[in-house]
């Protein structure tokens, strides 16, 4: 783990700005003995009733924003809102473009709280809507239109459409290279599509910038994540905990303490990443990556009633598929195997829907098929996928899919994409280690497989109710290395 250093822009550095240190004023002798026989004269002049103008330090303070002003800033950046107030926000875009049809900026604006809302309730049906919001807005201002183009960059990023996000995002980059806000997503499509050089490269731009302390935070966010994606953990920890400390309402804390929680529960820390998720909750009860990540916790730390009734929770808030296959496989642990096939049906219903709104949930489907359905249909969807963007998860589930269906030789191509730094895969991710544990078990390589199954569990030993259990049982398979004796790949 590379050691924090503070004072410059790298890993780990807290971009809140530290006040600058005053420096004390020394008054001549003749003028402070002047300042001090006239001192109450000056206290009676004081006193009296101003008859001109205010000096400037003694004006009141400019009224905050209020809540419909922060909800307009917050889809327009790209920043977490709450849902009330997105839906408020709509409602009044939505009567701003009626009156005003050729009014660019609205049909923006409106196409993005589309985006922020979809994204938070789960919801694909807003999806359409803002793609025909933002169309029409880049029919009324044609050329140049950069609040449109980052708009339609961050719905294709929700639609996993990172081809189209790439686009648009790099064309908003070149219109307004120094908004701060074209960056974010356009380093998400650039991550997407596994082009990790790109997404490093255009976070130094973004981190290179001036921003003010409202921006601050979001920043710390995406840097975040970068680092999470190279490895460094704790780097990721210390800007998201520094994003929270630093965030200008309720909704964009919970977002980012969200953040933390699930960067705990990766290292397999329960009682801190439910501490965060809970906390995320009392914020914003809509947050749904706190929803499902409580419901993940609670499972995990043995709370099964806590969690099943949690997880349906946050289902009923935030329909995502993903949550509901996490919640038939928490049931198949429980040997409740109706329940189990019910809620992957659930997860299949509520990806097709998704997909009805223009979401790519291959990946989940994927996903699904391989662990619970047709292995070969998942290899069939997954290799399609990792043609069209081939990121480090699809590269992940392509060769736990191929390990499944039975193809371990090249299975284990994909999967060591997935977990070799060389080529991408810098994140400790348990999953991903299981798998190409599991995959070089088949193939005889006892001692990379016993490496790899057991850095899961050191990572995380509770990252799956149905998973976790198997990798102990084939550790405990493979028995200890012999005394004297290097692992195969040492050299």
Do not use: C
Request: proline share 7%; net charge positive; hydrophobic share 40%.
């Amino acid at each position: 783990m590379e050691k924090r250093q503070y004072g410059h822009s790298g890993p780990g550095t807290s971009l809140v700005a530290e006040s600058a240190p005053r420096r004390t004023r020394r008054w001549p002798r003749r003028l402070l003995a002047v300042a001090l026989v006239s001192g109450a004269a000056a206290g009676a002049v004081l006193a009296l009733p101003s008859t001109g103008p205010r000096p400037r330090e003694q004006r009141p303070p400019a009224p905050a924003p209020g809540p419909r002003a922060m909800a307009l800033t917050a889809v327009t950046t790209g920043l977490p809102a709450a849902l009330p107030q997105l839906t408020e926000l709509i409602g009044r875009q939505e009567s701003a473009v009626r009156q005003r049809p050729a009014d660019a900026r609205a049909w923006a604006a409106l196409g993005a709280a589309y985006v922020a809302r979809g994204r938070q309730t789960a919801d694909a049906a807003d999806f359409p809507k803002a793609e025909r919001a933002l169309n029409s807005s880049l029919q009324v201002k044609g050329t140049g239109n950069a609040e449109a183009l980052g708009a339609l960059t961050s719905l294709a990023n929700a639609r996993r459409d990172f081809p189209a996000a790439k686009r648009y995002g790099e064309e908003a980059l070149r219109l307004t290279p120094k908004r701060w806000s074209a960056y974010p997503p356009l380093i998400d499509a650039y991550n997407g599509l596994g082009d990790y050089t790109k997404a490093r490269a255009t976070l130094d731009k973004l981190m290179a910038l001036r921003t003010g302390p409202a921006e601050r935070p979001a920043v710390m966010a995406r840097a975040a994540a970068v680092y999470r994606d190279r490895g460094w953990r704790e780097d990721a920890v210390a800007q998201l905990t520094d994003a929270a400390a630093a965030a200008g309402t309720p909704a964009e804390q919970a977002a980012w303490l969200a953040g933390v929680g699930q960067l705990a529960w990766e290292r397999g820390d329960r009682d801190d990443a439910l501490r965060h998720f809970e906390a995320a909750l009392r914020l914003d009860p809509a947050q749904g990556t706190a929803a499902t990540g409580r419901a993940r916790t609670l499972a995990a730390l043995g709370r099964t009633d806590q969690a099943l009734t949690a997880y349906d929770q946050a289902l009923a808030g935030h329909p995502d598929p993903r949550t509901a296959l996490e919640l038939g496989e928490l049931y198949e642990s429980l040997g409740r195997v109706p329940d189990a096939g019910k809620q992957y049906a659930r997860a299949r219903t509520l990806a097709a829907r998704a997909a009805s709104g223009g979401v790519d949930e291959e990946l989940l489907t994927g996903r699904l098929e391989a662990d619970h359905g047709d292995p070969d249909e998942a290899v069939t969807r997954l290799r399609a996928e990792w043609k069209r963007q081939p990121g480090i998860e699809v590269a992940d589930a392509l060769g736990w899919a191929l390990h499944r269906a039975g193809d371990d030789v090249e299975a284990l191509k994909y999967a060591t994409v997935a977990t070799d730094k060389a080529k991408g895969g810098g994140v400790r991710s348990a999953p991903h280690a299981f798998h190409r544990g599991m995959i070089e078990r088949e193939l005889g390589r006892v001692g990379p497989a016993r490496r790899h199954l057991s850095d899961a569990l050191l990572v995380n030993p509770y990252f799956s109710p149905v998973w976790a259990p198997e990798a102990r049982q084939a550790v405990a398979g493979l028995g200890d290395p012999e005394d004297g004796t290097l692992p195969e790949d040492a050299l």
